[in-house]
Nanobody, 126 residues
Framework: QVQLVESGGGLVQAGGSLRLSCAASGRTISSSVMAWFRQAPGKEREFVAAITWNGASTRYAESVTGRFTISRDNAKNTVYLQMNSLKPEDTAVYSC???????????????????WGQGTQVTVSS
C-alpha cells in the first residue's frame, strides 16, 4: 500500500505561483509513474501532468504546458508540481496519483493509476 499526502495548496492571485508537494509513504515510488490530476467544482477530474520513474520524461495537459512543471525526488519519495502564471481557471482540488505498471508509460486517464492522495485545494483569484 502507498499513502500519498499532498500539500502546498492555497489562495493565490492570478499570475502568482504555487508549489505542490506529494509525499509518499508505505512503499517507494521510485519504480512508478507519478501524476497530478485536478477536479474543479461541477467538472470531471482531468489530467494535469505526469513523470516517468526516473524523471527523464514528462507529459502535460495542453492547458498547463509552459506554466506548470512536474518533478520528483525519489530519495525523498516526493513529487512536486510547480505552478506559475496561475489563472482563475486553474482553481481546483489537485491530487497526486501513482501507477505501478510500466514505469515508462505516462497515462492520462485516472483509471490507470493505482493510488491516490486526498487532494489539496488551489484557488486562484482574479
Amino acid at each position: 500500500q502507498v499513502q500519498l499526502v499532498e500539500s502546498g495548496g492555497g489562495l493565490v492571485q492570478a499570475g502568482g505561483s504555487l508549489r505542490l508537494s506529494c509525499a509518499a509513504s508505505g512503499r517507494t515510488i521510485s519504480s512508478s509513474v507519478m501524476a497530478w490530476f485536478r477536479q474543479a467544482p461541477g467538472k470531471e477530474r482531468e489530467f494535469v501532468a505526469a513523470i516517468t520513474w526516473n524523471g527523464a520524461s514528462t507529459r502535460y495537459a495542453e492547458s498547463v504546458t509552459g506554466r506548470f512543471t512536474i518533478s520528483r525526488d525519489n530519495a525523498k519519495n516526493t513529487v512536486y508540481l510547480q505552478m506559475n502564471s496561475l489563472k482563475p481557471e486553474d482553481t481546483a482540488v489537485y491530487s497526486c496519483a501513482a501507477a505501478y505498471g510500466s514505469p515508462f508509460t505516462m497515462q492520462t486517464t485516472a483509471r490507470s493509476y493505482d493510488y491516490w492522495g486526498q487532494g489539496t485545494q488551489v484557488t486562484v483569484s482574479s
